[in-house]
Nanobody, 115 residues
Framework: QLQLVESGGGLVQSGGSLRLSCAASGFIFSGYAMSWYRQAPGKERELVAGIFSGGVITNYADSVKGRFTISRDNAKNTVYLQMNSLKPEDTAVYYC????????WGQGTQVTVSS
């Protein structure tokens, strides 16, 4: 059974940092690209960052470039999102995502950035 479990969210002041983790199971993690999405209240879910299976090729939303870093540890079946210089507009529920025949999502972790 494929599972994605996010952790690491919380409340942080503007300018602060958080590191999100997503522990994956139930599939061959090293063979798949992984992504982080977020959804703010009243807004559509949006792609934040993605990382290919080898961990070298990454992509980012323009709004987070230079502040967020996605990485993965294939030995631990975990993908990370390091978030620095956080802004109030980064407040959202952050979701881990993978497509294995069909899309799978984690339960989400809340990130709240106070001004």
């Amino acid at each position: 059974q494929l599972q994605l479990v996010e952790s690491g969210g919380g409340l942080v002041q503007s300018g602060g940092s958080l590191r999100l983790s997503c522990a994956a199971s139930g599939f061959i993690f090293s063979g798949y690209a992984m992504s982080w999405y977020r959804q703010a209240p009243g807004k559509e879910r949006e792609l934040v960052a993605g990382i290919f299976s080898g961990g070298v090729i990454t992509n980012y939303a323009d709004s987070v470039k230079g502040r967020f870093t996605i990485s993965r540890d294939n030995a631990k079946n975990t993908v990370y999102l390091q978030m620095n210089s956080l802004k109030p507009e980064d407040t959202a529920v952050y979701y881990c995502h993978v497509v294995v025949i069909r899309p799978y999502w984690g339960q989400g972790t809340q990130v709240t950035v106070s001004s």
